[in-house]
């Protein structure tokens, strides 16, 4: 009897103090995380957040002045926070760093409401360790779409059998704003809504109930959608470019076949790593259905949402695509690994030994935080310098060109991409009126004739000119012929990544 009460005891301020421990190792993943991507990690901060959001603070109008397939949320967040910082490159590390915190929460909470306090913390884990293989050290519009896909894990329960009007309004403007960050998540959104209409059939509900939340949902999204429609239409007279440049161009332009990018061995190997659990999970979905265990449908969500997320990455690929789903991956891998460690729970959907389950659980977090974790050893090397793609190596190429033009002179570039367009950034120089990426895709005729028309009535006193950089010469020769006649070469700068022209204009 001393022995129950003991234990009793035990359980009962095991029980006070565990959600306090949580919280203080979730405090200390936040801290550690958050000074490994400010400080440490290198990263990725291209133009589309650092020089593009300085063009609309500069009075350029998306779509009208900027060339973008992308809708246009991201750029806009961040330009209007840009008077609030001197410096573009700290302001993107600080969204960074907010976003990728925002999400580690949000993992936790999602898996907290489902699977308790340590469920949540796996979750929280699972998240940070995968985070840098997984190119959150990347700014993208991913980055800001993992919170948003987040809020529908956190508030929408799939097993209820009703759910408010509020409720509804609400997951239907996140989907609005999530399409606006980028057009893809209108395939997240349209599954939503599709799941939702089945959870409702399921339920038993009407027909007319069914088409009533349908209708709530999609009337919700289309606010924001409507709004900035609405703001682009007094700014530029017109919505033509912005449904081209969203819609049109993505279909026409052939991006799919130009841009294309499949996955190498290597980055199959590393998603192969990351989704151990995956089988296990489909295995726990097909036993909670049998067993007629409700739960079945928050875990069925949870696989539709990280398969519709993970098709951003067509048909680009590369990892930053997926940072939507990876923290959708943390939520369904500490889910399976809680019902695998709770055998005696009549509901639980693996029937396996507690020494088994945790065997297994204790290996997986091993492999994990050998395989993903070992990213973070360059946290702990503070001789190694810290790099910037598409920033830093620009910085002494935009320091010798200023030398050798004048102090308020400006520049074109051309070719233009993620790796060269902060160049206008950093000499503070605003582009002739157009902005846009030099990519294959991208020089359509249309654009080319713009290019020319642009350089014609606006002529920079300066071009600085990447020869052979994506094979423009043949991709666009009326840029080049343009700029042939009536531009001569004044120098030949030196770039790591090559040779750069800088061409002054004939008197």
Known sequence: ??????????????????????????AGLLLFQALAYYFRFPLSLGPRVILQPWLLQGGFLQYENIADQHTPLMPILLSVLTPLFSDGLRLAKIVLVALISLSTVLTFLAARRTIGWLGGLGAASFFVIWSPGFSFAKLWHETFLAPLYLLLLLFYDSSASYHSRKSLLFLGLLGGIAILVKQHAAIVFATFVIWNAFTNWHAHRSFSVILRDTALISLAATLPIMAFALHHYVQAGTLANFLYWTISFNLVSGYASLAAQPPDIAQVRTIASACLLLPAATFCLIELKRKGDKRWLNLGWGLILLAASSLTAYPRFAF???????????????????????????????????????????????????????????????????????????????????????????????????????????????????????????????????????????????????????????????????IQDNYQRDAKLHWVQGEVWLLKRVP
């Open 1 to 26: 009897m001393g022995d129950q009460s003991h234990v009793s005891n035990f359980e009962r301020r095991l029980q006070h103090w565990l959600p306090r421990l949580v919280l203080l190792a979730l």
């Open 320 to 482: 930053f695509h997926l940072q939507a789903a990876l923290p959708v991956l943390a939520w369904l891998s500490s889910l399976t690994l809680a019902f695998a460690l709770r055998p005696g729970n009549s509901n639980s959907a693996l029937q396996s030994s507690p020494s088994f389950a945790t065997g297994i659980a204790i290996a997986l977090s091993a492999f994990w935080i050998i395989t993903a974790g070992s990213a973070y050893q360059s946290v702990f090397r503070a001789d190694q310098p810290r790099k910037v793609w598409e920033y830093t190596d620009l910085v002494p190429l935009a320091d010798e060109i200023r030398q050798r033009i004048g102090p308020t002179d400006c520049i074109y570039i051309f070719p233009d991409d993620e790796a060269t367009a902060n160049l206008y950034y950093l000499l503070r120089c605003l582009p002739p009126k157009f902005w846009g990426f030099s990519y294959p895709w991208y020089m359509s005729d249309s654009v080319k004739s713009r290019i020319v028309l642009t350089l014609q009535e606006h002529p920079p006193e300066w071009v600085v000119y990447f020869p052979g950089r994506w094979d423009i010469e043949n991709r666009a020769p009326e840029v080049i012929a343009y």
